[in-house]
């Protein structure tokens, strides 16, 4: 790794947001669109430069570090960082478009994009950041802006009330990061990142923390912040709500703010080669969330909050990703879904366009109005096609990722992750033989037909993404090799686990073909279980309870203060 | 499904109550006033007064005054701008204080304005709300939401992929259920919440009866109360009203209403069974007593000055049209054959495209006629089973039209067809689907930065049309309404017999019966937007927020045949060989006009054909500039302003794609000669009418009880959504989220379902863009004709007598204008109104 001071395009990447919020305070005086022109105008120039700057870097492979001179205050621009630069500007960049007109009528548009601006900054600067100061800063600052972000209109109650509670999240998870960093600075005498990595490779059980190694500790710290950060579970209840506030912001938000757990993860990937049990831990916490979020989202009546469930949800498989070890696939997903969900917050509103089309055309009973239905078509008997569902994700799954990644099998994580590309198979299958079409034969051979080019298009990309991202391969062994679990237990888990979704799917499968009637009464277990998720665990209400706390002890301390 | 949910009152018993007085009239009453919400698949607009129409316009006012606080009138500084910008004149002020019957002098009106308004008093508010004062506290917020989540848990039309596991009861019994295993109101602080919810009965009627003697209502006062109540929760409770209209358009019944009525006040009795201390009791009985008390001479003095100045800002606007109608028109039928002729539907943006077509065409006529063009049809997609109504909501449609595709073999099409929609329907479950999206966004995420970039700059739209989807655009211009039976859908189409029959009765109803154009233009209107959740609300409200495209082409095919004709000719409208009627489409975001079946036009009418086209996109130019300075377009070129309009109609963050009807608050029913040349700046409904044509005033009657009917609501609709947005209109555009599926809009994350408009169509952020005023309906026929129907009318005669509506009789062919008064009957409407509209104009 060289250190060269190269200079001006990736500062520019982070001072030109900067630049364009301060151009726009100090002009607050023009109209609302000359606003708008200069704002997505440096928004604009910020993406270019990114993407310049990831087509230099992969032209050169050779990470930068550009310091200002002091002991900290510095830039490091390695491919984590490059990446990220490039996806956060471009979201960034669609966000200032689509407010211009959205916007347009609401109060405090100049104060909107200033705001919008430092946002995009701060956040280039925390995936750019060469050094701890300069990390903790920016992630500290995300907070607080979001805080003003979220509150932006300051005549709802509502809105003031969630940002509130965004903002009482985030701090939580501010504190460990700020301790990490001041038992790494401690330990290793330096706050620069490169140096600090290197220097962890070479010792890293030099100082132990009362008894624990470390990495260990500062992985554990680092976690937490992430969790808190990017709405694991149970720290989640401000994500689904926030959702209150204006769709551009919730669109910004999966730039980089709530999957900024995953990023803090991949940054600080050489500690966690060395703590192997927080990936596990983190891998626990991120399905659990997973799996919750896919719960939650299901219950949802608004189509807001059950975006903000799956989004949840997301961040929760994408904890799962680096937990098994999967570090830079986590990044990929974090890109993907940020881009994806970015795309259906902006255009929520055409929900009505899918609820319009539902003209007794048949089909599955997602997304439809009570409708006749006339049984005219045939199925797929039910046994052959539950084996088909089985067997056939699997063996393509196994097949891509044995040709491009050979020993895939001794890589415990790679397994963890074919079970859930065995399950969406196997959905997407079974989703089909519930269609009732009228050659299902036609049919399944197409989806499978698509499957395969959609997962040797998915298998190649990842793969190519993890040697840009770890070029070096000893490094993403050792990361592996953190992540897995002792072979004794890791073969009878597998086992299992597969007996359980064959399992599954073939019962899935009989209940879909027999048609069976649900019983007029259900189960109090049933309606407990519903009462349970639709309250959403009741988080919501311990939220509401937790901070009229805060505020009621803040008040009285006020009134106290006053004596002194 | 809910239609069958008649809850079967018998026992009584154990909640008796002393009093002998039917509370079941009481109920049904204060049920009878919510006006019904329709879901955004079909966004009709509502008169949210609907149920109130049998009050005058100042009691209904009062009424909601006592019951919720907000009166019918606009606040005093809105009137004051309007009279120092000069809106409003002395003279209007003049003639609406004669108009009102008041004793008050000028210089007492303009004082009076500038002294401050009484503040609004709080109605009768609900136990919560009482509660939120006495100890802090978001009460009120935390009930609506439980119940606000209830519903949209139970109405649910398929957000939720998780079913709701109480489906089969009603709402009352289900919320029963519901809230003895919810705990939620224990952690705020009710910890005999759920104990108390078992001992509730069963029966929703009961409960309310119990509600109400436990909270010490007054006999008198229980209606209010109970009122009061449903607009509390005001958006479930209209949802509720539409299921019960739906349910009675079928011939049964449906009482979701009363269930929400028994859980509202049922959580009010709770609340006070578990807060009872002694400030929330001595305030509530404080409530009750003010309640009670009729209003003071202050406030009713302040009424008074409101309604002289709605008077008044209404006088200013009448002026301006009665000005430009009243004058001799030479009634003489026109001799000459026009060169097209135009049938569109009433809408007011019809008016600014007809004005622009007659003057780039002076030779062409045009008329207007409500936009399902008479015929009553359920129109059914390609590859579908059943489709949508494209009727007026107060009706049935009584054919079901199928699409075909011209040329081809049914069967393949649609075949091909429900692959396509299948096979997108499989994605979008891979897409959402809690187990497979994660790795869905694995192998599918990064392709949403081409979506991401092409939907943000509008050059693609978020979701395909939804009537386009799963055909090639070659397909699309072969498919059209099949007027005969399907041989797999016996049912389908307009049975032979009947053809003739509705050709005649169309034909008459639009006063076009002789001297017809070589092309005649049927055209339906629609509104092409993206990501705009009422995106039904812009299209043709008489179509029930579909397109209008449908409905003309049904008609145009039916007027083309030649077996039809004959028939026609038979019954004395003597169609000639060369004419032919066209089909087609007004765009009303970019004011474009679409044909169909253009190549079906017989070789002869080529020429004619061309010139049509040609004169429509002049007409669409001309139509675009005028609407420029409104879209905040001024002072652009045209070309500006055209691709400016496109963009609107393609971008997703545009939260104001047009105007829609705002401004709207005449309705003309009159031959167009009489509005010819008048400049009525897109605010009046105008529909074609000859009254020396009309058998018996049939057509008259039709017009008075339902296009006037209709109009009503629309102008109502958009001036309850000004006067009082909170209750009566659906807030800010920027934060509406679905909810149910399609149900309708929530105000961000919890809250009531909204009714009505976002204030992003009614205010330009700066001021008000429409002017509340109630419409003026100016109706050309003999008086004793229109007496005769309001006469045999309840609606219509509520509609006049109460004052919800202006109505003015023009006399033909002096033009004499003289002005409806329940009592006194006509009045001639003053000499100085022509002298003060020259002043005016000058």
Known sequence: MTFSIDGLMPSCIVLVPFLSALLILLFSSGTKRQVARLSVGMSAITFFLSAASLILYMLDPQPRWLSSGGAWGSLYLDPLASVMAVAVAGISLVVHVYAVRYMAEEPGYARFYTLLDLMTGTILLMVAAGDLVTLLIAWQLIGVLLYFLLGHDLERPAAQRYAFWTFFTYRIGDLPLILAAALLYKAYGTFSLPVLFERIAESPDAYPVFGMPLPLAVGLLVALAAFARSAQFPLHTWLPYTMEGPTPVSALMHAGIVNAGGFIINRFA?????????????????????????????????????????????????????????????????????????????????????????????????????????????????????????????????LSRWLVGGNFVGQQGAIILLFFGWATGAQLLFATYRLRAENPWRMMIMIILSLIVVVAGYTLIEHAFDLFMYPDRTIREKIYAAASIPLSTFDPLVAVLTVTIVVGWLAAYYASASDKARSPDPSPARLALYSLISREFYAADVYAFFAQTVLALSRSMNVWSRWL | MYSEKISRETDHSEFKHDSALNIDDLIDSACSRIAPLWPLKHFVAVNPFFGLIDHTFQDASDTLARVIGSSLYMPRSYYLEQLESGRITDQDIEQAIRACGSSKSQENVRHALYLPAPMPNMGMASVSEVLDRVEGGIWTRFVMERISLHCAAYFDLGQALFAYPWKGKTLYQSWLKAASIDNSAAMMGLAEFKKNVAKLTEAPRAAIAWAVSKLGIPEVAIERYLHASLLGIGGWASWARYLRWQAELKGGGDDSLIDLLAIRLVWDVLLFEEKKSAALIARWRDMLASSMRDPSEKRRASAELDRIMLNAMEIGFQRTIISGIRSPKDFEKEKIRPSVQAAFCIDVRSELFRRALETVAPSAKTVGFAGFFGIF??????????????????????????????????????????????????????????????????????????????????????????????????????????????????????????????????????????????????????????????????????????????????????????????????????????????????????????LFEAESVPQSLSEDLAQLRQWLEQAGDLSRMQRATLLGLSGVTDRGVESDVRRRSRDWSEVRPEWGLAGNAAFIAAPRFRTAGLDLEGRAFLHEYDWREDREFKILELIMTAPMVVANWINMQYYGSVVDNQHFGSGNKVLHNIVGGAIGVLEGNGGDLRVGLPLQSLHDGRQWVHEPLRLSVFIEAPRGAIEDIIGRHEIVRNLVNNGWIHLFQVDSPSGEISKWHPGHRWEMSAVEDRISAFEAAA
């Open chain 2, 377 to 594: 049809i359920e129109y059914v997609p390609l590859g579908a089973k059943s489709g949508n109504s494209h009727v007026p909501v107060i009706f049935n449609p009584a054919y079901k039209i199928h699409e075909e595709v011209r040329g081809a073999k049914q069967a393949e099409e649609e075949r091909r067809r429900r692959i396509r929609i299948a096979l997108s329907k499989t994605w979008k479950i891979f897409k959402l689907s809690a187990s497979s999206c994660f790795s869905f966004v694995e192998s599918a995420g990064f392709l949403y930065v081409t979506k991401l970039l092409s939907d943000s700059f509008g050059w693609t739209r978020p979701v395909p049309d939804p009537l386009r989807q799963g055909l090639d655009k070659s397909t699309i211009e072969r498919t059209g309404p099949s007027l005969s039976a399907r041989s797999d859908f016996p049912a389908s189409g307009i049975p032979e017999q009947d053809r003739v029959d509705h050709a005649e009765r169309i034909l008459r109803a639009m006063s076009m019966t002789g001297n017809f154009a070589r092309l005649v233009l049927l055209a339906g209107h629609g509104s092409s937007t993206v990501n705009n959740p009422h995106a039904t609300g812009l299209d043709c409200g008489a179509c029930a927020g579909q397109t209008g495209e449908a409905s003309a082409r049904v008609v145009a095919a039916l007027l083309n045949l030649p077996e039809v004709r004959s028939g026609l000719k038979s019954r004395g409208i003597a169609i000639p060989e060369d004419t032919w009627f066209i089909a087609g489409l007004h765009d009303t975001c970019t004011d474009e006009l679409t």
């Open chain 1, 270 to 398: 050489p500690v966690f080669i060395h703590a192997g049990s927080v990936l596990h831990l983190v891998f626990a916490v991120g399905l659990v969330t997973a799996v919750m979020g896919s719960i939650l989202m299901l219950t949802q009546n608004d189509i807001k909050k059950s975006l903000g469930y799956s989004t949840m949800g997301q961040m929760g498989f994408m904890f799962v990703e680096c937990g098994v070890g999967a570090f830079s696939l986590a990044i990929y997903h974090l890109i993907a879904h940020g881009l994806f969900k970015g795309t259906l917050f902006l255009g929520a509103g055409s929900m009505i366009g899918d609820a319009r089309k539902q003209d007794g055309i048949p089909h599955d009973d997602v997304y439809t109005f009570v409708v006749e239905r006339k049984p005219v078509t045939s199925r797929l008997p039910w046994m052959l096609a539950a084996v088909v569902t089985v067997v056939v994700p699997f063996l393509v799954l196994g």
